[in-house]
T-cell receptor, first 115, second 114 residues
Framework: AQKITQTQPGMFVQEKEAVTLDCTYD???????LFWYKQPSSGEMIFLIY??????QNATEGRYSLNFQKARKSANLVISASQLGDSAMYFC????????????FGTGTSLTVIP | SQTIHQWPATLVQPVGSPLSLECTVE??????LYWYRQAAGRGLQLLFY??????ISSEVPQNLSASRPQDRQFILSSKKLLLSDSGFYLC?????????????FGPGTRLTVL
């Protein structure tokens, strides 16, 4: 069975500080993709970052980086230098290769950036 | 350019009324398309996905249905809405040529059933 777990319902971070949002996953498929999305109050789902299960290096996209620990089955999102506009819901997702590009989403973490 | 559209943006419908939500994509052919529902304050629930015209897979049995009458059109329907159908409906697709099977989402439709 495929499962994504986000254990932090809500997080707070001071502006300009870094924050880590946790995500663990479970799959028996050796090939999979891991994704993070941001959902501001407007509702749109914005793709942030992707990590492939065979990628040797952690993915980075600007202020976003993915701390991929394959043995622990974790894919934490690190946001550096937080900005007020980072306040949003953040969802972790997994797509095993044998499921026809189906995505499995976590329940999300609400991040609030404090000025 | 490759884009995805959804309409309407918001909808208020009475219980028992029909529903039709539309999703269209541009700039590609034969994309995988997905319908998700997000209840207030919750995560995303996959409802249907389609890998081609007329090919629909259902993930959750309910009073909703989906159709793909054209390559770049995906429609979510219901004959009789329930209160529990209220939520935020998102269409997603996987654009070609971006190197990874990343799903990108449309702007969503916020449905309120009264």
């Amino acid at each position: 069975a495929q499962k994504i777990t986000q254990t932090q319902p809500g997080m707070f971070v001071q502006e300009k500080e870094a924050v880590t949002l946790d995500c663990t996953y479970d799959t028996s498929d050796p090939s999979y993709g891991l994704f993070w999305y941001k959902q501001p109050s407007s509702g749109e789902m914005i793709f942030l970052i992707y990590q492939g299960s065979y990628d040797q290096q952690n993915a980075t996209e600007g202020r976003y980086s993915l701390n991929f620990q394959k043995a622990r089955k974790s894919a934490n999102l690190v946001i550096s230098a937080s900005q007020l506009g980072d306040s949003a819901m953040y969802f972790c997702a997994m797509s095993p290769s044998n499921t026809g590009n189906q995505f499995y989403f976590g329940t999300g973490t609400s991040l609030t950036v404090i000025p | 350019s490759q884009t995805i559209h959804q309409w309407p943006a918001t909808l208020v419908q009475p219980v028992g009324s029909p529903l039709s939500l539309e999703c269209t994509v541009e700039g590609t052919s034969n994309p995988n398309l997905y319908w998700y529902r997000q209840a207030a304050g919750r995560g995303l629930q996959l409802l249907f996905y389609s890998v081609g015209i007329g090919q629909i897979s259902s993930e959750v049995p309910q009073n909703l249905s989906a159709s793909r009458p054209q390559d770049r059109q995906f429609i979510l329907s219901s004959k009789k809405l329930l209160l529990s159908d209220s939520g935020f409906y998102l269409c997603a697709w996987i654009p070609l040529g971006r190197g990874t099977d990343t799903q990108y989402f449309g702007p969503g439709t916020r449905l309120t059933v009264l």
